[in-house]
């Protein structure tokens, strides 16, 4: 014990070791980030004056001396961030990028805009944005855009000379600068979604605002604004359009796998608590009600993945208010509904296996997800017109799936069973016992109301009145239609208390005959008892009619025994020669008759203590007691009359009183 109790300790102290060697490596992180940020802030400090006063040298040189052009700026190297090179062939001013000779040739601009020279704008791209000082990216970004949009002019309507040259390397310097924008928003929304959401939280207070959701979205804001205005341009730009598209659409996809992912995280947890409902097993005893419990969750995790989806489109429209991605909130939810659907799909599997057993989990569950597939379809339809996309069929009938196969499941389980009851064995030990099938009948038939409005209309919804009895022509019930009984519930409901009365008779037949009444009697009993005790309307006329007529019937049965006994008091007495009685022959027959009674009388009471009726029963059992004490008492009654002054004292046990209180007693 002292070992384990170390042992413990050690762990306890490794775990905490562990976790302030992340928070170390975490904050270390942090720091290098900004120093990295710090860095790239002073670089262009230093590099932009010294840029400017080269470029005004070799202006001022080539004024100097035109017959000798000095070098070009395109052939010096850019100080930046990334790998540069220079082209030692170029003699002309324009736009360098930090590529081989072999990709880029340098090629005539346009002068240099009132931000910059072509050069102090290729560094800037190629350096990639700071969040800290984006206006003097976007100038550069603007300006190789206008250069590139008119060099396209020029090359499309036909004049040549560099142009082609011009437009390969702006192009690719728009595809630099464009993507450095696109990637420095997905570094900022990764780092600013490393805390999830709480599903609870964001069920009791709806979707929260796009700031309290996405914490760096005020800091994204000048980045996607000028993105969105890059991308729908007041003026066309068709070869810069062409360029940034498929970037944006990579970007678009990134962030909403990133959001996706986000988003499933958040419901890790509560999806934990519906998978550990099962603890490994199938929903024994009670552990089923814990699970359509945890099912239920299940649908609320769908109901706050609406909610999410209306968080996440208010996100969506603030981020890019004029145009947003039109798949952007399609991509993002994929991963949460996948999550969600992942753990329904085991749970359809478990019902397939053991649909009697779990009718009323996928009962439940059936009608769960057609209420929540409704506010799904309702919620998601107003987010994709809010952000301007075309319908999503996947993301809509989402549920159309599990919500059929569960529909079948449903139907399926109602003929499957009146055939369990059918099917149910008749044989075994004999026993007066309350039998398994009338107790699960009872305990379907009890939890069935919660369930009437949903399995009336599976009911209704087949072609046949009657279709749970699969084409069979015997009816078990003598209710002749849903109208007589009160509805399609009802006579249902019928059809399976007739079904388990004839399969109590056929096994009250494989009995001896008393244990086998108490048997029948005892059931019928019980289930006239516990229907009549039901709150709701579910037993109809017909049915009620069916089950008092089986319990009197039985209760006659019953008794039908001790009138059995009675009767052997009852023999034919012989007559002697010329109509003389013989004395001595009827005497014999008299005591042959008590012998008789007290054997079976004995045999009654063994049989009768063996196989009571039901001791939870106090009516029945002294209603039938004292119905049976009267039937022998008063038989004795007349045979004790007949024995008197026949010498038979010794064989009659008992006077009229003392037996009717001896069968009487057979009862308490």
Known sequence: MDEEADLALLDQHLLKTNLLSQRMTGILGQLDTRLSRLDKAIA?????????????????????????????????????????????????????LDLPASTLTPIVSAPGTATGTPADETAILTRGPDIMALTEYFSALDSVISDLERMWKGYTEGRGGARETGVRDLSKLVEIGFSGMTDLFLKISREGMGRTFDPDQLLESG???????????????????????????????????????PIMENATSAFAEMRGEWIKRSLSGMM?????????GIWEGDRG????KGLIGLCEVVIVVAEVSMAE??????????????????????????????????????????????????????????RTSQNWETSLTKCLSMTHSSSSPEL??????????????????????????????????????????TYSTLTYLETLPAY????????????????????AKDLPSPVKSASDEGGIVNLYVADVLGTVVLYLEQRAKSMRKLVGQAFLLNNLSHMRNTTSSFTSDLIGPGAEDMLNRSFRDAKAGYLSEFSSLVSLLNPSTPSSRFNVPGTSSERSTLKEAAVTFFDKLDQMESLTSQNPLSRQDVDL????????????????????????????????????????????????
Not at 207 to 225: D, G, I, M, R
Not at 272 to 280: A, F, Q, Y
Not at 332 to 361: D, E, M, Y
Not at 406 to 416: D, H, K, M, T, V
């Open 452 to 471: 009437e409005k949903i399995v009336e209309g599976l009911l209704g919804s087949a072609h046949a009145e009657r279709s749970w009895l699969m084409g």
């Open 313 to 370: 489109t208010l996100l969506i429209t603030t981020l890019f208010p004029q145009d947003p991605p039109p798949t952007l909130l399609q991509q993002t939810l994929l991963a949460p509904i996948g999550l969600v659907t992942s753990v329904l799909q085991p749970t359809l599997n478990t019902i397939k296996r053991r649909l009697s057993s779990h009718v009323f989990v996928a009962l439940d569950l059936y009608q769960s997800l057609i």
């Open 207 to 245: 979707a929260p605002t796009p700031p309290n959701f996405f914490v760096p979205l005020n800091t994204l804001l000048p980045l996607t604004s000028h993105i969105t205005d890059i991308l729908n341009p007041r003026k066309s730009t068709p070869k810069t359009s062409s360029i940034i598209e």
């Open 272 to 280: 934990t608590r519906v998978e550990e409902v099962d603890e490994g």
């Open 621 to 668: 059992r002294d209603r039938v007691g004292r119905e049976a004490g009267d039937i022998v008492g008063r038989g004795w009654d007349g045979f004790w009359k007949r024995c008197e002054g026949k010498g038979l004292e010794k064989y009659l046990k008992g006077t009229p009183d003392d037996i009717q209180k001896r069968v009487t007693a057979m009862f308490r």
């Open 289 to 292: 009600r814990e699970k359509v």
């Open 396 to 437: 809509l009938n989402i549920f159309s799936g599990p919500i059929s196969t569960l529909r079948g499941l449903c139907l399926r389980s109602f003929p499957e069973l009146l055939v369990d009851i059918r099917s149910a064995p008749t044989t075994g030990p004999p026993t007066s016992a309350i039998s398994d099938i």
């Open 44 to 96: 262009p400090l230093g590099i932009q004056p010294l840029t400017r006063k080269a470029n005004n040298i070799d202006a001022i040189l080539q004024v100097l001396s035109p017959s000798h052009p000095p070098a070009s700026a395109s052939t010096r190297p850019i100080p930046s961030s990334r790998t540069t090179s220079s082209s030692s062939h170029a003699t002309l001013k324009g736009y360098s």
